[in-house]
């Protein structure tokens, strides 16, 4: 099994920075996407982020161009555990919710690929 934790969510005013971190607890053998989504109470979880491990970006279109999704080499196997980073830009309150990331991919040869997520962090933008 593997666990995925995410941390970098606060309080912030419009206009501020976070930069989310989630990092996994093993390595994998291997990744096919990493994304973030965001849930606020009462609705639908949402995507905000993808990035494929062969160099496909996507984001919501709320989020281009402030929004940037990035991995560091364990997302690409070898001896270390995977991270991804959500760094996020002139925030707005639109974007208060709990943030979630998520991995899809093989944690051994011998398991089929599956979705991991993390139990999220909280992001609340506010003057």
């Known amino acids: 099994q593997v666990e995925l934790v995410e941390s970098g969510g606060d309080l912030v005013q419009p206009g501020g920075s976070l930069r989310l971190s989630c990092t996994a607890s093993?390595?994998?053998?291997?990744?096919?996407?990493m994304a973030w989504y965001r849930q606020v109470p009462g609705k639908q979880r949402e995507f905000v982020a993808i990035?494929?491990?062969?160099?496909?970006?996507?984001?919501?279109?709320?989020?281009k161009g402030r929004f940037i999704i990035s991995g560091d080499s364990g997302i690409f196997g070898g001896n270390n555990p995977p991270t991804v980073a959500l760094q996020m830009n002139n925030l707005k309150p639109d974007d208060t919710a709990v943030y979630y990331c998520?991995?899809?991919?093989?944690?051994?040869?011998?398991?089929?690929?599956?979705?991991?997520w993390g139990k999220g962090t909280v992001v609340a933008v506010s003057s």
């Open positions: 998520k991995i899809h991919g093989w944690i051994t040869d011998r398991v089929a690929a599956m979705d991991y």
């Open positions: 990035m494929d491990t062969r160099g496909p970006i996507n984001y919501t279109e709320s989020v």
């Open positions: 093993r390595r994998f053998f291997s990744i096919a996407t």
